[in-house]
T-cell receptor, first 111, second 113 residues
């Protein structure tokens, strides 16, 4: 699996957009970019994923650069409940592909 | 919304005892996983399971560990003789098909004393 690089921590004011970057310069053509988050010690929660096009759902937007070497997860209006560790993971489609978690970005949303 | 459910939420066991952690994956999902997270550390892959057999396992998943899908709905992780270092949160996960999103349960916290 390709490796990802994320900043260890970020702060964001409540109500503002949180932009979480991820570098995945060695991503392969068949690998998707997945974002999960873990609130305290709960199970990882799926947020969004994409291959090369930008994606948006009710939780977040995912912006993937044209060369696919980096991406940004955007939480448009962060709330205190968005405080969590956010993981950017690249994984191929097919088979019983597992997710390999790194250390992620600890996002602290403050008043 | 369908979810992966795990039991027990917390178990305390004596070193050397056998432990079984249970999971009910999302209905109709075909791929099943166990992960663990030692306190303060990364979420680590243990094993993946498909078509009633192990697809992949990590080096953590040694002979002390086994998995089973006994009745078509439950997916279990057995640790035969627990060690102190097995203390961790264990997450079950499932996925419908290859390439689809993996969904995680809330975890079973295992404390070995």
């Amino acid at each position: 699996d390709a490796k990802t690089t994320q900043p260890p921590s970020m702060d964001c004011a409540e109500g503002r957009a949180a932009n979480l970057p991820c570098n995945h310069s060695t991503i392969s053509g068949n690998e998707y970019v997945y974002w999960y988050r873990q609130i305290h010690s709960q199970g990882p929660q799926y947020i969004i994923h994409g291959l090369k096009n930008n994606e948006t759902n009710e939780m977040a937007s995912l912006i993937i650069t044209e060369d696919r070497k980096s991406s940004t997860l955007i939480l448009p209006h962060a709330t205190l409940r968005d405080t969590a560790v956010y993981y950017c993971i690249v994984s191929p489609e097919g088979g019983a592909s597992k997710l390999t978690f790194g250390t992620g970005t600890r996002l602290q949303v403050t008043l | 919304e369908p979810e992966v459910t795990q039991t027990p939420s917390h178990q305390v066991t004596q070193m050397g005892q056998e432990v079984i952690l249970r999971c009910v994956p999302i209905s109709n999902h075909l791929y099943f996983y166990w992960y663990r997270q030692i306190l303060g550390q990364k979420v680590e892959f243990l094993v993946s399971f498909y078509n009633n057999e192990i697809s992949e396992k990590s080096e953590i998943f040694d002979d002390q560990f086994s998995v089973e899908r006994p009745d078509g709905s439950n997916f279990t992780l057995k640790i035969r003789s627990t060690k102190l270092e097995d203390s961790a949160m264990y997450f079950c996960a499932s996925r419908w098909g290859a390439g689809n999103t993996i969904y995680f349960g809330e975890g079973s916290w295992l404390t070995v004393v």
